[in-house]
Each structure stands twice: as C-alpha cells, then as structure tokens.
C-alpha cells in the first residue's frame, strides 16, 4: 500500500520560516513533488525531487532524504497570501502516477 | 496560454440521478488525470490517459464511473447513478506527457458535486 504522513495544520506568523514535513512509505520511489491549494483553487505545482538534498526557489525550498524516506518544503518571509494547503505527492515509479498526502493547511497571521 | 479548462464548475443532484464533467487540457498536453478530492484530503487518482487511451484506470469505480477521451483532446466523465459518497470536487489535470518524473500536472479549477 502507499503511505503519506503530513502534519494537518501550521500556524506560522507573516515574517516567518515555516517547515512543512512529509514522511513517506510506499511500493516504490522515483521523486517527490510538493503542490499549494488555495481554498476553492486549483493544486499549483511548487517543486520536485528527485535526488537528495535542497532545491531552492525563491522563498520556497525543498529537501528530499531518499534514505530517511522523509522530505520537507521550507517557506521564508511568509506572506498572508501563502495561507493555503500543501501537498506532498510521491512518484512511486518513472512513468507511473503521483500519490497524494493528506494535505497540511498553513494559516499565517499578521 | 490557456490553463485546464472545466465545467460545470459546481453541480448539484439527487442521488440516482446521472452526472457528467468536462475538461479541455492544455493545447499540447498528452497526459490527463482525473482526480477526485474529498474535504480536507489529497487528490486521488481515477484515471489518467496518454492521449485516448486509458493507461490506469485501477481506481475508477467502474459500475458507476465512466470516461473518455475522445481523439486525445477533450475528456469526460460520468457517473450513473450518483450516490451520496460521490459529493466530492473532481479535478481534472494535464501534463505534456512521457516517462520523466518531473513532467509538472497543471490543475483545472475543479467541478464541486454535491449529491443529496
């Protein structure tokens, strides 16, 4: 069966670094990418791993341990407009499709 | 450049009753997903094609479920007949297609149906 453990909520203050943390148990692994949802919005592509380590863009980042099967997408300088879900999503094999966690909801305050 | 395209954007019905979504994919794009999205939780794949033909159609619920994508392009989806548990917004979502793993999904807004 495939697997995908995130944290249900954040709450973070505008200004702020916020890590949300994405474990993972599934049949296989080929990457792992991380989507925003605004309410009533569509899921918008924010970042991909597929290798280990830290990708940077902009104020988002994103870290993969293939190891650990654990990644985490950083937000820096958090804004009132990040306020939204988060999803991590595994590619579980080339050519296969993405699975999808659960979903963590930031909430950032003034 | 246009995005994903769908409608209704949100539909009502009684149970029993059939039902059926749009999507129009980015110009281009040979890969389509419907996903369908409950409340507070990941979208979950029903179906994804590689231009018309359905390469994994495992989780479609295919007494009730139906789909096609006729000459590659446009796709829909049915229900019939709907149930209570099938209250859920249905994404629709493309991508340009292959086998590479960063090949990025881009969502359409989404049909909310609720059944009662």
């Known amino acids: 069966g495939q697997s995908l453990e995130q944290p249900s909520e954040v709450t973070a203050v505008e200004g702020a670094i916020v890590q949300i943390n994405c474990t993972y148990q599934?049949?296989?692994?080929?990457?792992l990418s991380w989507y925003q949802q605004h309410d009533g919005g569509a899921p918008t592509f924010l970042s991909y791993?597929?290798?280990?380590g830290l990708e940077e863009t902009g104020r988002f980042s994103s870290f993969l341990s293939r190891s650990d099967s654990y990644g985490y997408l950083l937000l820096q300088e958090l804004q009132m407009k990040d306020s939204a879900s988060y999803f991590c999503?595994?590619?579980?094999?080339?050519?296969?499709?993405?699975?999808f966690g659960p979903g963590t909801r930031l909430s950032v305050l003034p | 450049e246009a995005g994903v395209v769908q409608s209704p954007r949100y539909k009502i019905i009684e149970k029993k009753q059939p039902v059926a979504f749009w999507c129009n994919p980015i110009?281009?794009?040979?890969?389509l997903y419907w996903y369908r999205q409950n409340l507070g939780q990941g979208p979950e794949l029903l179906i994804r094609?590689?231009?018309?033909?359905?390469?994994?159609d495992s989780q479609l619920p295919k007494d009730r479920f139906s789909a096609e994508r006729l000459k590659g392009v446009d796709s829909t989806l049915k229900i019939q007949p709907a149930e209570l548990g099938d209250s859920a917004v249905y994404l629709c979502?493309?991508?340009?297609?292959?086998?590479?793993?960063?090949?990025?999904?881009?969502f359409g807004p989404g049909t909310r149906l609720t059944v009662l």
């Open positions: 979502a493309s991508s340009f297609g292959g086998t590479s793993g960063s090949d990025t999904q881009y």
């Open positions: 094609y590689e231009n018309e033909e359905a390469v994994d």
């Open positions: 791993n597929a290798l280990d």
């Open positions: 110009s281009g794009h040979n890969t």
């Open positions: 599934t049949s296989g692994f080929y990457g």
């Open positions: 999503a595994v590619l579980t094999a080339r050519g296969q499709n993405f699975v």
